[in-house]
Every structure is written in structure tokens, then in C-alpha cells.
């Protein structure tokens, strides 16, 4: 009889401890420790495929070494391909992670369909039934042979599917419902979560079979699991959505084959989800052109920039502290601004709320927006309209000084795709700027001038 034991694990970072903590001396998490049992055969061998236990290769020189099998996939998803860096490298372990609901499983159909032109592609699933599976190919008009499923959460099972079916490409819906059978843990635990990762790296490695791993987020947004998971795979995404809205924003936050911080923008429709290839006429169509407070910016996620509308309204304290909410943008920086704006240009917001928003639903990670969140709060404070034809960016400093920026020309660019005619810069992408085009470019070195500028 397997003799069994007891083990703490931080559902956090994975730290084991033989006694319960209160506080994890790892990642310093609160009340993160579970109880797991473990058999004395699971301490010896996690490996549960007798075939693969792991990957290795000989010594090679770097210049005998072949790159003939690296050529990445393309699944004619362009929004995709781009977040991926150019398409999907061979015999990698991709992460998505997402809310429930939000389309995770809808995607990584369209993304089978893709790929199972000429490849077989395995979907496991453990939450739905292989009726319910069908019923959305069927609603997405998705009908090829080369799609097999498999409703499954023994990762011993799915081994062996994958053994008579031999795919490229697999799809695990979801790594939390699937369970290593060598652990006594339940499923969607620290040990089981890590242990059926690590297997599923090995056969992917191994096997040269790209593997697609789902799974859920925490009330907080954070992937629900242990961090070391995110350490194992080679790509990190997540799928993202304002609440009742029907566009969907897929980000990169790790890539070990191409760029971070890159996006896609889809749309959820009753055919599923549909790619946008030009996001900034989708943040910009129901602009509001006779209002206060609304100044265009242009944003770049990764290498791609899109057009952004800020919002700002300002309006007499009920309270006795005044509040500072904001949406889309970092609340630390926009108190920041409020002081530079405060010191710099003798304005008073002690008894104002303020309130900033980027409409859309997009989260503004990069300082180039400082310009247009503070031209936006001065234009709804003082009540005078912004130019319609006008786009703004560049970083604002303490003393007031606009900062310039990066990719400056890559932003005017498409800018005046869209029709815009002016645009206020930070005075030193004047140096050096690799644009020749229609837009009028005013360049700026202090916030005051900006100001002034935006006034004319």
C-alpha cells in the first residue's frame, strides 16, 4: 500500500512547507497555504509518459545547427499572427488566459480551424461536452476533418489520444480542469497545475507539437494558478473586455520568439469573433466633436499605434476631499499631473473632482498620453472646445517641460490617415523626424505653450 503524505503548498508561488503558514516566506502572500496529499511513488517520478521523460539533444555548434523546422505557422488570423510576432513557432507551449465567457474557447476554434488546413489539430476539452463543442463549430460555420475532440481531464488519457491521433497542434480547455493521476491533490491545485504543465512541456518539446493551454483569471485579473506558471510556457496572453462590451482585446505579456506589450483588437458578433484591422476608427467613431474636455492621442502598443480618445470632465467638490477617479490610465500619474498643472500654470483643482477616461476600454500604459490627459482636464476646467483635426502626445515632466517620445513619426502617420491636420509634439521629435506629409506639426517645450497652442 502506497504510503501517503501531507504537504503545504502556497497556491501563490508553489512554496511547500510540512507545517500550514500563515504568511508565505516566498512571495509573502496571506493565507495561501492548502493542504495536498502525496503518494510515496508521486515523490519518486511525475513522469506518467513512459516514452518521454525529457527532452535532450546532442552537442551541436552554433553554425551546424539547422533552422529549417523553425519556419512559424500562420492561421490567417492577421490580428493574431501580429500579437504572436509573425505567427506560431513550432513545438511551443502557449498560455491564454482570460475572464469566463469572454471568448477564449470562440478563439482557439477559429485558430483550429485555421491551422487544420493542413494540419490535424486535437482539442481536449474538461468543461464542455463534445455536443456542446460541435454546437459552436457549427455556429462559427467551422467544418473541417482535420479537428478531432476529445472531452477529457485525465492527462493520462489525453496522452494516449494524442499517441493514436499523432497531431500538430494541441488545445488543453483548460489546464485547471486537468489533473495529473499520479497526484492525490485536486485538480486546478498548485502541485496538479505545475505537474501537468511540465509534462505537456516535455511532449511538446519532444514531439515537436505546439500546445495551447486555457485558462482562468482571478477576481483580480491575475492567472489563476501558481506564478511558475507563467514561467514554464513560452507565451503568456490574455484576453481582455471592458464589462458589456462587445470588443475584445488580446495582449502579449510574455514571448520568448517575439515582441512584448503587442495587442489585437476582435469583435464578438453572432459570428463569432471577428478581427479589426484598423482600431482607431473603431475608439474614435462615436467621438463627440462639440464637447470639452476631448482631445485625441495616439498610442503605441508594441509597434502598432492607434488612435485614442481622452475624456476629462471637472466639477465642484461635495465633499471635503475632492476625487480623483480614472479609468484606462495610471491614477498615480494623473495626480502627478494635477500638481504640475497646479504649480506650473497657477490653476486650482483643491475643490474640483476630476475625472479622466480613455474611451474605448483600452489601458494606456506609456507616458506619450501625459500631454493630451492634462490638455483634456484644462480644456473641460476652463469650458473651451479642442480642434477637432487635432492630435496630441509627449510625456510631461515635474518642471512642466514636455518630454519627447518614441516612435514619433509611426504615430503621425497614422494620425493623418485618419484626416487629421495639426498635431502638438514635444519640440524635440522635431530633430531628426522622418515624416513628410500634410499634417502641421507644432512642436512644444513647456506645458504653458502647449497650452497656449491648443487654444488658438
Not at 284 to 303: D, F, K, P, Q, Y
Not at 344 to 372: C, H, P, W, Y
Request: hydrophobic share 40%; charged share 25%; glycine share 8%.
Amino acid at each position: 500500500m502506497k504510503k501517503q503524505k501531507n504537504k503545504f503548498l502556497c497556491q501563490q508561488c508553489g512554496y511547500n512547507s510540512v507545517q500550514w503558514l500563515g504568511k508565505c516566506p516566498s512571495c509573502e502572500a496571506w493565507n495561501s497555504f492548502t493542504r495536498e496529499k502525496f503518494s510515496e511513488s508521486s515523490q519518486k517520478s511525475y513522469f506518467i509518459s513512459k516514452q518521454i521523460t525529457c527532452f535532450s539533444s546532442e552537442v551541436l555548434k552554433l553554425n551546424d545547427i539547422s533552422v529549417k523546422d523553425f519556419l512559424r505557422y500562420q492561421t490567417a488570423i492577421k490580428e493574431f499572427d501580429n500579437v504572436m510576432g509573425g505567427g506560431i513557432v513550432p513545438s511551443s507551449l502557449i498560455l491564454l488566459g482570460g475572464a469566463p465567457g469572454i471568448g477564449k474557447s470562440t478563439l482557439m476554434l477559429h485558430i483550429s480551424s485555421a491551422l487544420s488546413d493542413k494540419n490535424k489539430v486535437l482539442y481536449v476539452s474538461g468543461e464542455e461536452s463534445l455536443s456542446q463543442i460541435k454546437s459552436r463549430a457549427e455556429r462559427l460555420k467551422i467544418k473541417k476533418d482535420n479537428i478531432f475532440l476529445v472531452s477529457e481531464t485525465n492527462l493520462l488519457s489525453i496522452i494516449v489520444a494524442m499517441d493514436k491521433i499523432n497531431p500538430k497542434f494541441l488545445v488543453v480547455d483548460s489546464i485547471q480542469t486537468t489533473y495529473h493521476p499520479e497526484l492525490l491533490s485536486a485538480p486546478g491545485t498548485v502541485g496538479q497545475v505545475r505537474e501537468t504543465t511540465a509534462e505537456l512541456l516535455r511532449i511538446a518539446k519532444s514531439k515537436n507539437i505546439t500546445v495551447f493551454l486555457l485558462g482562468h483569471v482571478t477576481k483580480e485579473g491575475d492567472l489563476a494558478g501558481p506564478r511558475v506558471l507563467e514561467h514554464i510556457v513560452d507565451t503568456v496572453l490574455y484576453f481582455e473586455s471592458e464589462r458589456q462590451r462587445t470588443y475584445r482585446i488580446l495582449r502579449v505579456y510574455k514571448n520568448r520568439f517575439g515582441p512584448t506589450n503587442e495587442i489585437g483588437i476582435f469583435e464578438m458578433n453572432s459570428r463569432g469573433l471577428s478581427e479589426i484591422s484598423n482600431p482607431s476608427l473603431i475608439f474614435l467613431g462615436e467621438r463627440t466633436l462639440n464637447a470639452a474636455g476631448n482631445v485625441v492621442t495616439v498610442s503605441i502598443e508594441g509597434t502598432r499605434p492607434f488612435l485614442l480618445e481622452v475624456q476629462a470632465l471637472t466639477s465642484r467638490t461635495v465633499f471635503g476631499l475632492p476625487r480623483r477617479m480614472v479609468s484606462g490610465y495610471d491614477a498615480n500619474r494623473l495626480t502627478i499631473l494635477i500638481a504640475v498643472l497646479e504649480k506650473r500654470l497657477g490653476l486650482s483643482f483643491g475643490m474640483q473632482d476630476v475625472f479622466v477616461n480613455i474611451a474605448g476600454g483600452v489601458k494606456i500604459k506609456e507616458t506619450s498620453a501625459d500631454l493630451s490627459v492634462a490638455c483634456s482636464i484644462i480644456s473641460a476646467s476652463l469650458g473651451f472646445i479642442c480642434p477637432k483635426d487635432l492630435i496630441v502626445f509627449g510625456e510631461v515632466s515635474l518642471s512642466g517641460e514636455i518630454r519627447s517620445v518614441v516612435f514619433a513619426a509611426e504615430r503621425i502617420f497614422e494620425a493623418e490617415k485618419l484626416g487629421f491636420k495639426k498635431a502638438i509634439i514635444p519640440r524635440g521629435n522635431l530633430k531628426n523626424l522622418l515624416y513628410k506629409g500634410k499634417i502641421d506639426l507644432i512642436g512644444v517645450e513647456t506645458i504653458e505653450s502647449a497650452i497656449k497652442t491648443l487654444k488658438l
